[in-house]
């Protein structure tokens, strides 16, 4: 089975000032898709970003990237300039490309942004 | 577009209560999931729908029933609600397997 792990509990970064959440993930798949949700207080969960394996470039939104590295298993989260309204818990998923298989999370990291 | 919605927002309990939980979503989604959300722990997959009619066990479905008897309504069922059940529960749907997941606002359920 996979599994997906966050090994940093807690992230703290000074506003403006850039930080990376690492997620690193086991599988013996070689097509799969790798996602980031962000749950702010207001419990939501939102989709920050998704990245599809066999993708070599690293995919981007606006503020957020990645850094996939897929033979180190590894799907770390650039967040550049950070804001005070990106505090919140980012969880790590991971998802295989066949079948009906759902979203494994990881345990999440909880990012506190100082101004 | 109200999206995912979960209702009830939040319940107490007594231990061997029965009651049932409500997802529905309104864009025709096909795929449907049920997680529990435990301090430290993530998200667990409970139960999830392929489609109308279909159901299958995700990785802690014990304690739980679902149903999807409406494609846009996914059920999920304690039968005698147990302590260990206290949790944030979240719905979630997606128009394929593929796709982004789309999250309820969450239950918060909590069982004396």
């Known amino acids: 089975a996979q599994t997906v792990t966050q090994s940093q509990p807690e992230m703290s970064v000074q506003e403006a000032e850039t930080v990376t959440l690492s997620c690193t993930y086991d599988t013996s798949e070689s097509d799969y898709y790798l996602f980031w949700y962000k749950q702010p207080p207001s419990r939501q969960m939102i989709l920050v970003i998704r990245q599809e394996a066999y993708k070599q470039q690293n995919a981007t939104e606006n503020r957020f990237s990645v850094n996939f590295q897929k033979a180190a298993k590894s799907f770390s989260l650039k967040i550049s300039d950070s804001q005070l309204g990106d505090a919140a818990m980012y969880f790590c998923a991971y998802r295989s490309a066949g079948g009906n298989t759902p979203l494994v999370f990881g345990k999440g990291t909880r990012l506190s942004v100082i101004a | ?112």
Request: glycine share 10%; aromatic share 10%.
């Open chain 2, 1 to 112: 577009n109200a999206g995912v919605t979960q209702t009830p927002k939040f319940r107490v309990l007594k231990t061997g209560q029965s009651m049932t939980l409500l997802c529905a979503q309104d864009m025709n989604h096909e795929y449907m999931y049920w997680y529990r959300q435990d301090p430290g722990m993530g998200l667990r997959l409970i139960h999830y729908s392929v489609g109308e009619g279909t159901t299958a066990k995700g990785e802690v479905p014990d304690g739980y029933n679902v149903s999807r008897l409406k494609k846009q309504n996914f059920l999920l069922g304690l039968e005698s609600a147990a302590p260990s059940q206290t949790s944030v529960y979240f719905c979630a749907s997606n128009r394929g397997i593929n796709q982004p997941q789309h999250f309820g606002d969450g239950t918060r359920l909590s069982i004396l």
